[in-house]
């Protein structure tokens, strides 16, 4: 079973975030369950989704301390907190226009950088970050298929499809050469 966590702030699009990589596995065939927490229930408080894959029924009910990877939409909330139940080959990727050597000081884990807003502004989309999120997520992930995670970005988008498609395209395609390199990827 694969489990996933996606941290960001209210407003942000981690939540829709979780909802489509949810929706990309389950256009894939895979069981998915799918929930998510808020904080304060405002705009700019952390919010988190959580997914779990797998072939078989899931039938496992509890909160995941112990995710197979982290997709964060704000490099501020690498706390204790969500990194506790990281290993040190937990994939973390992380929304900052920074290098991941400069958030070593967080411990030794495996961080990956993409600067999503970039890439948002680059396609037209101001501070919606989430599907260069998804991109570089499944990059790493190495599922679902890219092509259907654009395909459900596309169809689910209520205004700029192509943009947000790009830029979840953007997204794999700037996170591609580090998996490739790191051949990371978490068995499904």
Same mark, same amino acid.
């Given at each position: 079973m694969?489990?996933l /966590?996606?941290q960001?702030?209210?407003g942000?699009?981690a939540q829709?975030?979780?909802s489509?990589?949810?929706?990309?596995? @389950?256009?894939e065939g895979?069981?998915v369950q799918?929930?998510?927490t808020?904080?304060?229930?405002?705009?700019g408080t952390? &919010?988190?989704?959580? /997914?779990? &894959?797998?072939?078989q029924?899931i039938r496992?009910?509890?909160?995941?301390?112990?995710?197979?990877?982290i997709?964060?939409f704000?490099?501020?909330?690498l706390?204790?907190?969500?990194?506790k139940?990281a290993?040190t080959?937990?994939?973390?990727? &992380?929304?900052?226009p920074?290098p991941?050597a400069q958030? #070593?000081? =967080?411990?030794?884990y495996? /961080? @990956?950088?993409i600067? %999503?807003?970039r890439?948002?502004?680059d396609?037209g989309?101001g501070?919606?970050i989430n599907s260069a =999120?998804l991109?570089?997520f499944t990059?790493v =992930?190495?599922a679902?298929? /890219?092509e259907?995670?654009?395909?459900?970005i596309r169809?689910s988008?209520?205004? #700029?499809?192509r943009?947000n498609?790009?830029a979840?395209?953007?997204?794999y395609?700037l996170?591609?050469?580090?998996?490739?390199?790191e051949?990371?990827?978490? %068995? =499904?």
């Open positions: 694969l489990e /966590i996606i960001g702030r209210g942000q699009g829709t975030a979780g489509l990589l949810a929706m990309a596995f @389950y256009a895979r069981q799918s929930f998510a808020y904080g304060g229930a405002r705009r952390p &919010v988190s989704s959580f /997914i779990r &894959v797998d072939d029924p496992r009910r509890c909160d995941i301390e112990t995710p197979d990877a997709l964060c704000d490099a501020h909330l706390d204790q907190r969500l990194l139940g290993s080959a937990t994939p973390i990727i &992380v929304n900052t920074h991941a958030l #070593k000081r =967080l411990g030794d495996t /961080i @990956y950088t600067d %999503a807003l890439i948002a502004r396609n989309l501070r919606f =999120l991109g570089a990059a =992930l190495g679902p298929e /890219i259907t995670m654009c395909r459900i169809e988008a209520p205004v #700029k499809a943009e498609e790009q979840c395209r953007d997204g395609r996170m591609q050469p580090i998996r490739n390199q051949v990371i990827g978490v %068995a =499904l």
